[in-house]
């Protein structure tokens, strides 16, 4: 198969015309044949705009088919497709725009900024509708053929979250994206007779990179809803074979009284990623359904490099082996491998990793060994059987007293108390230590957990080091799009907890 995507993604849909893509919450069903008919349609109204072969198309606007029309008619034309998430504000947005450069926007509404006179603009909708829908309609002669790119060209931009510092902008390869997907779908088991119920966002790695290549590559079908609604999500489980999800898809269905076994009859596999899976919620969902969820560890600018097994032990707290292809290594500070069971770095090679950061050499070279590896700024150990598991980010280690304390570790710990529903661990500055161990948990009674409680019942479980020093009550964490937990948001909140004349308990 070709290295480049369009023509892959081409092929398959010349092979089932007739076969439904998506289905969706309208009941409406439309099928390979109609989608690529719209791709063509798109992608003459973008070349009729002047998009060019290497320009970049912005995309800000919520999840449609039209949307994923925009993307899969940027591979045919050979632009690069820049999807950022419909949260952004106005002030983020021309960041964003600044440093893209892009030849066309397409958003919910025009916007005003001053590189705007050299930026085509189009519209699109929550509900479809748009200029961009009006032209593609009006499309008289569709786009015939493709642009000739190979398995190194950039088809993608992806932005980082941006959690310290400006976002920067990953450079996916037409090679990147399919050698991932097909990986998956050899690795996951996807079959044409599959059915993704898909709910999530597409302007991230999970919901188009994975979920979408996943489903386009296998000639498959899926439920394509616009958000996660677990009304709905719980309707539509009946009719799916898979759910992709984040761990509060899983949290929310098991908030509901009638998930359970019935509902999941169909399902043959549930994958979680994007943000930590707790055990808590591992065992309790296998517990309500006699199925086990299947986590996997990705980001973006590397795709997916690891996955617990489809046939074989999925073990909490873990995020599996490396995926075929991917050479992966726990690295001390100057990228030598340690032994297993040793915490350090995780560091990746492989046909999955970013071409560099758009418009940034510098700090493209500093994230990479000389020998090639990619330097992920993430936390993990390997077992002795190569599973690996995540313990945080290295900017989230906790140094307390001169020693090292990895959130994950107590994360898992207090989230297996009764009367905690959700927790997230960080350090906060201390008079004596540097930095003390905080916990921002949310009750699962609505009471404030005190701090002595917590720490007598992880007496015998942590090291007094690791304990927190200080257990804070909160409605709710504050998460991301993705459900990953801002933790510089928390940091910002708790930076004074700890007074002048406090020391540690």
């Given at each position: 198969?070709?290295?480049?995507l369009?023509?892959?993604l081409?092929?398959?849909?010349?092979?089932?015309?007739?076969?439904?893509?998506?289905?969706?919450?309208?009941?409406?069903?439309?099928?390979?044949?109609q989608?690529?008919?719209?791709?063509?349609?798109?992608?003459a109204?973008?070349?009729?705009?002047?998009?060019?072969?290497?320009?970049?198309?912005?995309a800000?606007?919520?999840?449609?088919?039209?949307?994923?029309?925009?993307y899969?008619?940027?591979?045919?034309?050979?632009?690069?497709?820049?999807?950022?998430?419909?949260?952004?504000?106005?002030?983020?947005?021309?960041?964003?725009?600044?440093?893209?450069?892009?030849?066309?926007?397409?958003?919910?509404?025009?916007?005003?900024?001053?590189?705007?006179?050299?930026l085509?603009?189009?519209?699109?909708?929550?509900?479809?509708?748009?200029?961009?829908?009006?032209?593609?309609?009006?499309?008289?002669t569709?786009?015939?053929?493709?642009?000739e790119?190979?398995?190194?060209?950039?088809?993608?931009?992806?932005?980082?979250?941006?959690?310290?510092?400006?976002?920067?902008?990953?450079?996916?390869?037409?090679?990147?994206?399919?050698?991932?997907?097909?990986?998956?779908?050899?690795?996951w088991?996807?079959?044409?007779?599959?059915?993704?119920?898909?709910?999530?966002?597409?302007?991230?790695?999970?919901g188009?990179?994975?979920?979408?290549?996943?489903?386009?590559?296998?000639?498959?079908?899926?439920?394509?809803?616009?958000?996660?609604?677990?009304?709905?999500?719980?309707?539509?489980?009946?009719?799916?074979?898979?759910?992709?999800?984040?761990?509060?898809?899983?949290?929310?269905?098991?908030?509901?009284?009638?998930?359970?076994?019935?509902?999941?009859?169909?399902?043959?596999?549930?994958?979680?990623?994007?943000?930590?899976?707790?055990?808590?919620?591992?065992?309790?969902?296998?517990?309500?359904?006699?199925?086990?969820?299947?986590?996997?560890?990705?980001?973006?600018?590397?795709?997916?490099n690891t996955?617990?097994?489809?046939?074989?032990?999925?073990?909490?707290g873990?995020?599996?082996?490396?995926?075929?292809?991917?050479?992966l290594?726990?690295?001390?500070?100057?990228?030598?491998?340690?032994?297993?069971?040793?915490?350090?770095?995780?560091?990746?090679?492989?046909?999955?990793?970013?071409?560099?950061?758009?418009?940034?050499?510098?700090?493209?070279?500093?994230?990479?060994?000389?020998d090639?590896?990619?330097?992920?700024?993430?936390?993990?150990?390997?077992?002795?059987?190569?599973?690996?598991?995540?313990?945080?980010?290295?900017?989230?280690?906790?140094?307390?007293?001169?020693?090292n304390?990895?959130?994950?570790?107590?994360?898992?710990?207090?989230?297996?108390?009764?009367?905690?529903?959700?927790?997230a661990?960080?350090?906060?500055?201390?008079?004596?230590?540097?930095?003390?161990?905080?916990?921002?948990?949310?009750?699962?009674?609505?009471?404030?957990?005190?701090?002595?409680s917590?720490?007598?019942?992880?007496?015998?479980?942590?090291?007094?080091?690791?304990?927190?020093?200080?257990?804070?009550?909160?409605?709710?964490?504050?998460?991301?799009?993705?459900?990953?937990?801002?933790?510089?948001?928390?940091?910002?909140?708790f930076?004074?907890?700890?007074?002048?004349?406090?020391?540690?308990?």
């Amino acid at each position: 198969m070709s290295e480049n995507l369009y023509s892959a993604l081409v092929q398959i849909a010349q092979a089932n015309p007739d076969k439904a893509c998506l289905v969706l919450e309208s009941g409406e069903s439309i099928n390979y044949e109609q989608l690529f008919a719209q791709v063509h349609r798109v992608a003459a109204v973008l070349q009729d705009r002047g998009v060019n072969v290497g320009d970049r198309v912005v995309a800000h606007c919520d999840k449609t088919p039209l949307t994923l029309s925009l993307y899969i008619a940027c591979l045919k034309i050979g632009a690069v497709y820049v999807p950022l998430n419909t949260s952004y504000t106005s002030s983020e947005l021309a960041y964003f725009i600044d440093n893209a450069k892009p030849r066309l926007y397409v958003g919910s509404t025009p916007i005003e900024f001053e590189s705007s006179q050299r930026l085509i603009q189009l519209t699109l909708k929550a509900d479809g509708t748009g200029s961009l829908d009006e032209a593609a309609k009006a499309v008289s002669t569709p786009h015939t053929g493709a642009a000739e790119r190979d398995g190194d060209d950039i088809a993608a931009i992806l932005y980082t979250s941006g959690t310290t510092g400006r976002s920067k902008g990953a450079m996916l390869t037409h090679s990147n994206l399919m050698s991932n997907a097909l990986t998956l779908n050899d690795v996951w088991g996807f079959r044409e007779d599959d059915v993704l119920l898909h709910a999530l966002p597409i302007y991230h790695v999970h919901g188009l990179f994975v979920a979408i290549h996943c489903v386009l590559l296998s000639g498959s079908s899926m439920i394509f809803q616009q958000r996660f609604d677990v009304q709905a999500v719980m309707r539509e489980l009946p009719n799916a074979t898979v759910l992709m999800g984040v761990p509060t898809f899983y949290t929310r269905l098991l908030a509901e009284q009638e998930f359970g076994e019935d509902v999941v009859r169909n399902m043959r596999l549930f994958i979680s990623g994007s943000a930590p899976l707790t055990e808590q919620t591992f065992r309790e969902f296998s517990q309500r359904t006699g199925m086990t969820i299947l986590e996997r560890y990705g980001m973006s600018e590397t795709l997916m490099n690891t996955s617990n097994p489809l046939n074989g032990e999925r073990k909490a707290g873990t995020v599996g082996f490396p995926l075929p292809g991917v050479s992966l290594r726990i690295a001390d500070e100057h990228g030598a491998r340690l032994a297993n069971g040793e915490v350090g770095g995780i560091e990746l090679k492989g046909p999955n990793v970013f071409k560099g950061y758009w418009e940034m050499s510098e700090k493209t070279a500093e994230e990479f060994r000389s020998d090639g590896y990619f330097i992920t700024g993430d936390m993990g150990v390997q077992d002795e059987d190569g599973r690996v598991s995540i313990v945080g980010r290295e900017k989230d280690v906790v140094i307390s007293g001169g020693l090292n304390v990895y959130p994950a570790e107590v994360e898992t710990a207090i989230g297996d108390l009764p009367e905690i529903a959700d927790v997230a661990v960080i350090g906060a500055p201390h008079p004596d230590f540097g930095e003390g161990v905080v916990a921002v948990v949310v009750s699962s009674s609505e009471r404030t957990i005190e701090t002595q409680s917590v720490r007598a019942q992880l007496k015998d479980v942590l090291a007094g080091f690791k304990q927190p020093q200080r257990v804070e009550t909160v409605a709710e964490l504050p998460r991301n799009a993705m459900g990953k937990i801002q933790k510089n948001a928390l940091r910002e909140q708790f930076k004074a907890v700890f007074n002048q004349s406090e020391s540690a308990a």
